[in-house]
């Protein structure tokens, strides 16, 4: 585990998305970092993609859900 310097105005911002998010500083910057590179790696992919990828990566059971 390391340090990453960051800007005090991004730190800033990864703490107000923190307490929105539910999520610590530290799991907060981790999960934006962790999307970018996601992005970065699939550039064609949607957020909701990615993030969909992830949770069935993990086994995660989600409702299907059809609009009306």
Do not use: Y
Not at 19 to 32: K, V
Not at 33 to 38: D, T, V, W
Not at 46 to 57: G, P, T, Y
Request: proline share 3%.
């Amino acid at each position: 585990m390391g340090i990453v310097k960051i800007a005090d105005d991004l730190h800033e911002d990864i703490r107000r998305a923190s307490g929105a998010m539910c999520r610590s500083i530290n799991a907060q910057a981790e999960f934006w970092m962790k999307m970018g590179m996601l992005a970065e790696a699939n550039p064609t992919l949607s957020f909701n993609a990615l993030v969909a990828m992830q949770l069935k990566e993990a086994d995660v059971r989600l409702p299907d859900v059809h609009a009306a």
